[in-house]
């Protein structure tokens, strides 16, 4: 029932409010090579032993996701085979506006049947993923979207994709009824029933049109500081956690060979969770965020927030080796992961919850991280602050400050507090940008476009106006995005 109100709502605000629905969509690009067929479709999936409706993004050959050389440009046919409505977004491209897939923003919906032509120019290699800008992306719409350069595919490395997601048997709008009544907190599975539907969480982002809507107090809960991570760390307690559509039950094996090289290519998929990659035994090299190239950081574990990506170079051992990659769900004993093993190795099984909880996300690696192609250094010439609030009670959450205009060539920067109790991770789309501060420490960063902001902490964000259109800046946990935590960056004269 929740669906079917939620997609019919939804696809009837769609047909009202685009200007778009008859535009053609494709648009010129370097590329010859002909367009890859691209399909939403429903999928059967089987999670602690039971079996599960979800959807998928599927290429004529069986292959979900996309896998693209970055010379080529990006020329896909999307065909909805579904019978609900939706739209997809291109997480980690810059598309021109009108194609980046957020619905009414400014394009309808694709419904039950329909194709669309999506083709333009792609600015280089990258770890990237694509997902629906709606409650769909928590019932798995979502799937990697790697671009390769020349110089990728000339490296002597194995890539191995992993794509994380958290997962519920109840619907997304269940899961959000239940928060906004404070029934999910701190269990997910309480009771309430109230359906909350695509044209109310539509209408809660087209407010905050402009900088946003200030929210009531500061989300404090009553509580201090050395509260916060039990109360607000993690707002839903899932059915599952789920490295490429499994669990650590039944994990997917990626047979590597000894001695070899892998590029872990690490996506945060998941709706409301934040994980630790911890590769174990073997030392890894992050050698890039959100497809963004960094100088490269050794360690055994990296945090992931809600929609970043964390590309990991290993250097495998040359004996026989069964290695867990796992993904330690922020304070909690949960975990996700697969196994890397040699032909003849003995695979033993992991637990699907550790000996302890997984680290609280800080910002301690964002201070370090450094781009191997910062942005060119000159001064902003835009300046937004913004205040991050929200509160469980009553689960509201939002970004207010000035209305965000800007004007081509704009430098730009968005300096963001976040004065509510739990974490947000902000994303931009159709831009890249560095972060080039942490609490009043100035710094010349990794380039990015999702950038994590922990409770009463403050992260300064600078970025080109490059790319003229109404882009939106939100929260990646679906549920503050929904609720309101969601804002735009408007060129002037552009729409």
């Not at 999506?118 to 800008?133: E, R, S, V």
């Not at 992306?137 to 110089?151: C, D, F, G, K, M």
């Not at 899932?238 to 039944?250: G, I, K, S």
């Not at 800080?362 to 902003?380: G, Q």
Request: proline share 5%; charged share 15%.
């Amino acid at each position: 029932m929740f669906r079917r109100q939620f997609l019919k709502t939804l696809a009837v605000s769609a047909a009202a409010i685009s200007p778009l629905a008859q535009k053609s969509w494709a648009l010129t690009s370097t590329g010859l090579q002909s367009p890859i067929e691209l399909a939403v479709t429903k999928r059967s999936i089987e999670v602690n032993g039971r079996s599960a409706s979800v959807f998928g993004l599927v290429q004529g050959n069986g292959r979900s996701g996309l896998v693209l050389d970055a010379e080529d440009g990006f020329n896909v046919i999307l065909s909805n085979t579904t019978d609900e409505a939706t739209l997809i977004h291109w997480h980690g491209l810059t598309p021109p506006w009108e194609l980046d897939g957020v619905p009414d923003n400014p394009a309808a919906l694709l419904t039950a049947g329909e194709k669309r032509h999506y083709q333009f120019d792609l600015a280089g290699g990258g770890t990237h993923w694509m997902h629906a800008h709606t409650l769909q992306e928590q019932s798995l719409l979502a799937a990697p979207l790697i671009v390769r350069t020349a110089e990728d595919r000339a490296r002597d490395e194995q890539d191995v994709v992993i794509l994380l997601h958290d997962f519920s048997f109840k619907s997304p709008e269940e899961l959000l009824a239940e928060l906004q009544q404070g029934s999910a907190m701190g269990g997910g599975h309480g009771g309430g029933s109230m359906p909350m539907d695509h044209g109310s969480m539509m209408s809660n982002m087209a407010q905050m049109h402009g900088g946003g809507m200030p929210m009531g107090g500061m989300a404090m809960g009553g509580m201090g500081m050395g509260g916060m991570g039990m109360m607000d760390l993690n707002d839903i307690e899932y059915d599952a956690y789920l490295a490429n559509d499994r669990t650590l039950d039944d994990p997917e094996i990626v047979q590597v060979e000894k001695g070899g090289r892998v590029r872990l290519r690490i996506i945060n998929g998941a709706t409301a969770t934040a994980f630790t990659i911890d590769t174990g035994t073997v030392v890894g090299s992050l050698a890039a965020v959100d497809g963004m190239a960094i100088e490269p950081v050794t360690g055994t574990r990296f945090p992931i927030s809600m929609g970043q990506r964390l590309d990991i170079v290993l250097q495998l051992p040359l004996g026989t080796a069964s290695l867990p990659i796992l993904a330690l769900r922020e304070g909690s004993e949960e975990q996700t992961g697969v196994i890397l093993a040699t032909a003849d190795a003995t695979i033993s099984k992991v637990a699907t919850k550790a000996s302890s909880a997984g680290p609280v996300l800080d910002l301690s690696l964002e201070a370090i991280l450094k781009a191997t192609s910062p942005l060119d250094e000159r001064p902003a010439t835009k300046t937004y602050p913004l205040i991050l609030s929200g509160s469980m009670t009553g689960y509201s959450w939002g970004i207010s400050g000035d209305a965000m205009t800007v004007n081509p060539d704009d430098r730009v920067r968005l300096v963001m507090r976040n004065m509510s109790m739990m974490t947000h991770p902000m994303h931009l789309h159709g831009h890249h940008f560095q972060v080039v501060g942490i609490n009043g420490q100035g710094m010349r960063g990794a380039v990015r476009d999702t950038v994590h902001v922990p409770p009463m902490a403050e992260v300064a964000i600078e970025f080109d106006a490059s790319n003229p259109g109404r882009w939106p800046f939100h929260c990646h946990h679906l549920y503050h995005m929904a609720a309101g935590m969601m804002s735009f960056v408007s060129y002037n004269r552009a729409i």
